[in-house]
């Protein structure tokens, strides 16, 4: 059953203009409409001021908020009045609401999110007990020079795009094969899948309704296909939220072509386009290769008790 302030954040969604991963439709797919809520503060005439969104989950028993799979950003995002311009003016705005958000979040054993990159200002956070490490993220903002954004790529990736104008990239409707390829290209890494494919399913018959994603593959004359990306998007940006290759075909640079493919379709929507980063420096570097802005956001945790303090260092989640 739905919180009091789940259902108040419902009701103020529709007028703000959220990030995609924070939209009530998404957490409801990622986490199911019991595995999250979310905190808001307003203002004297009750304008939205600040809203704070978390996903709720149990290990051994101890009640968490973490990051739900398949979701970039979490947390808070603020809201500053219209005639507010002076930085010492919007620093108090920040300690003030955040300070509100914080004293309505739950208590918790443990507390980990990371916060969008709009949001840069933690220093409330800390004092209230919350650690902090910075992650990264690639941001193209501008893609509406075509010519521009394919001479600001890497030599090698143009070349690799280059190599797979012959394959047939299309769209498809075909969840399954671009799951396959991306819990092949990680299984390759050795890694497993940071989601199952029934998550995925679900957000994707979300996002097929409402028309914020598109799924493209590339095959060959054989019908082999090569590699396979899903990219979701809201109004304001599209983002890399998966893709795979086949191990056994990579150097046909499918992976590039699709990546290529999908910044122009988003060029044409007038979005920026989020790579949504990577600490793993094979996949940081792919990226960087497109010509992306090196973007920090900040990685947030506050463990509850101390046992919780030394599982978060021993297991070397704060890295």
């Known amino acids: 059953m739905s919180s009091n302030s789940q ?54 028993g101890f009640q968490v908020v973490k990051m739900p799979p398949l979701t970039a950003y979490s947390g808070p995002l603020l809201f500053y009045p219209a005639n507010m311009t002076a930085q010492e003016s919007r620093y108090a705005f920040d300690k003030k609401v955040l300070g509100e958000l914080i004293e309505q979040l739950p208590p918790t054993a443990f507390f980990y999110q990371e916060w969008h990159p709009d949001l840069r200002n933690w220093l409330p956070a800390h004092w209230k007990g919350f650690r902090q490490t910075t992650r990264y993220t690639y941001l193209l903002p501008d893609l509406q020079d075509w010519n521009a954004v394919f001479d600001g790529f890497r030599s090698n990736v143009r070349t690799h795009i280059r190599k797979a104008e012959d394959l047939r990239v299309f769209e498809s409707d075909d969840v399954e094969a671009v799951f396959r390829l991306y819990a092949l290209s990680l299984e390759k890494q050795g890694l497993s899948a940071p989601a199952t494919l029934p998550v995925l399913q679900r957000i994707d018959e979300v996002l097929h309704a409402r028309h914020q994603r ?81 973007t920090p956001h900040h990685k947030v945790f506050r463990p509850g008790n101390r046992l919780f303090g030394l599982l978060w260092e021993w297991k070397g989640w704060g890295r």
């Open 7 to 60: 259902s108040l954040y419902r009701q103020h969604a529709a007028q703000l203009r959220l990030p995609l991963y924070f939209q009530p439709f998404w957490l409801d797919a990622v986490a199911g409409s019991d595995g999250w809520d979310a905190a808001l503060a307003f203002d004297r005439g009750g304008h939205v001021t600040g809203l704070w969104v978390y996903c709720l989950s149990r290990y051994y």
């Open 214 to 294: 598109l799924l493209l593959l590339a095959e060959d004359e054989q019908g082999r296909r090569h590699a396979g990306i899903y990219v979701v998007w809201d109004e304001q940006s599209a983002y890399y939220l998966l893709s795979g290759a086949d191990p056994g075909l990579r150097s046909s640079g499918a992976l590039y072509r699709l990546v290529w493919e999908a910044l122009q379709w988003a060029g044409r929507k007038r979005l920026s386009f989020d790579f949504e980063g990577s600490m793993l420096e094979p996949v940081e570097e792919v990226f960087r290769g497109f010509g992306a802005q090196l």
